[in-house]
Structures are given as structure tokens and as C-alpha cells.
């Protein structure tokens, strides 16, 4: 089974300055989606950013960036120009491809709570 | 706008009493996940459906908990009895076959379940 693990519980930021919420995973797979969610107070789940796995170049969505390190099983997520808004709980999350039609619910990590200091 | 639609929004209940929750698919999308979210065990997966058959119901507690998908507009997840530790947001989510394009998974605005 998958394991999606995020060893920072919370981190704080000044705004308008950058940073990098870690993630890592476990898996046999080559093929593979990886995902950072975001969830605000609303609780909400939003998706930020998504990778396929075979994909060398990194996704980018507008302040949001990944660094994709498949070898290391490494999914960190860039937010630069940190706004107030960005404040929440965000979750990597994996999901399989499966070949044979089976199961390929997203897995989650704990989740990093992320505050934005003014 | 589609969306994942979920009711109710809040339940408040007592123990013992029985709980159904309701999820709309986004329409055309053929994958359904039902999740619970604690703050001790974050997101865990609680029964998974594709094409309206079930696929993976080993996250959710058997004796008390069952999952059905009557039609492929409407998902339920069921408590029967509920106890004070159900207490948790019931998210569902739904996907389109394979993956689609994306793999992206769309959740609903989950339900909050308050078990006294």
C-alpha cells in the first residue's frame, strides 16, 4: 500500500515572502498521480497543483510550483509571494494508475498547516 | 458549474440513533469515494465505488457502516448505530473514468456529523 508522508505538522510565513511545504511518498509504481490540496476553514478541499508521474518537468500554477524528485519519492510544494489567502491546511495526496481496473483512491498525507504572518 | 453536492451539511445526533448521508456525482463521472476526516487520523478512505459496484469498502467499519450507490446520481453512506466516535466530516468525492485527463478527484463541501 501507498504512504504519503508530511513531516511539517504547521508552518508560518511572512506574507509576501516564499515557502516550501515537504512532502514524500511509498510506492512499487511507476505511473502515478500526485496532488497538493488545499483546504481553508471552509474545509473546502481545493486542488492547487497536479504531476503525472512521468512527467520530468515540474507543474507550475502561478505562485504555486512543485519540485518533483521521482527517484527520491519527493513532492514538495513552492508557494511564492505568500498571500493572507493562502492560509490553510494542505494535504499531499497520491493516487494510482492501475492497469487492471483496481482501486485508485487518492492518498492522503496528515497534512501541513500553513499560517501567513501580516 | 459542476460540482459534488453532499447532504446534509450538519448533522447533529444522538448515539444510537441512525445516520444516512447523501452524495450527488459530478454527472458523467463513474469513480466514488466516500472519506472521514479527524483531527487524530486525518483523511481516511471509507468505501470506494466505480461504475455504481462496489471496489474497496476495507477502510469502513463493517457491523455499523454501509455504503450503496442506488443509481449512478446517488451515493449514501450509512451509520446504524452511530456512537460519539463517528463524530468526524464525511467528504465524498467523485472522478472520471480512469483518471480522465487530470486524475483529479472533486470533492463535496463535506458533512459535518456530531455524535452525542
Known amino acids: 500500500a501507498q504512504t504519503v508522508t508530511q513531516s511539517q505538522p504547521e508552518m508560518s510565513v511572512q506574507e509576501a515572502e516564499t515557502v516550501t511545504l515537504s512532502c514524500t511518498y511509498d510506492?512499487?509504481?511507476?505511473?502515478?498521480?500526485l496532488f497538493w490540496y488545499k483546504q481553508p476553514p471552509s474545509r473546502q478541499m481545493i486542488l492547487v497543483i497536479r504531476q503525472e508521474a512521468y512527467k520530468q518537468q515540474n507543474a507550475t500554477e502561478n505562485r504555486f510550483s512543485v519540485n518533483f524528485q521521482k527517484a527520491a519519492k519527493s513532492f514538495s510544494l513552492k508557494i511564492s509571494d505568500s498571500q493572507l489567502g493562502d492560509a490553510a491546511m494542505y494535504f499531499c495526496?497520491?493516487?494510482?494508475?492501475?492497469?487492471?481496473?483496481?482501486?485508485?483512491?487518492?492518498?492522503f498525507g496528515k497534512g501541513t498547516h500553513l499560517i501567513i504572518q501580516p | 458549474d459542476a460540482r459534488v453536492t453532499q447532504t446534509p451539511r450538519h448533522k447533529v445526533t444522538e448515539m444510537g440513533q441512525e445516520v444516512t448521508m447523501r452524495c450527488q456525482p459530478i454527472?458523467?463521472?463513474?469513480?466514488v469515494f466516500w472519506y472521514r476526516q479527524t483531527m487524530m487520523q486525518g483523511l481516511e478512505l471509507l468505501a470506494y465505488?466505480?461504475?455504481?459496484?462496489?471496489?474497496?469498502d476495507s477502510g469502513m467499519p463493517k457491523d455499523r457502516f454501509s455504503a450503496e450507490m442506488p443509481d449512478a446520481t446517488l451515493a449514501t453512506l450509512k451509520i446504524q448505530p452511530s456512537e460519539p466516535r463517528d463524530s468526524a466530516v464525511y467528504f465524498c468525492?467523485?472522478?472520471?473514468?480512469?483518471?480522465?485527463?487530470?486524475?483529479?478527484?472533486?470533492f463535496g463541501e463535506g458533512s459535518r456529523l456530531t455524535v452525542l
Open positions: 468525492a467523485s472522478g472520471s473514468p480512469r483518471g480522465g485527463l487530470t486524475g483529479e478527484l472533486f
Open positions: 454527472l458523467g463521472h463513474n469513480t
Open positions: 510506492t512499487s509504481e511507476s505511473d502515478y498521480y
Open positions: 495526496a497520491y493516487r494510482s494508475v492501475p492497469l487492471g481496473g483496481g482501486a485508485d483512491g487518492l492518498t
Open positions: 465505488f466505480r461504475n455504481r459496484a462496489p471496489l474497496d
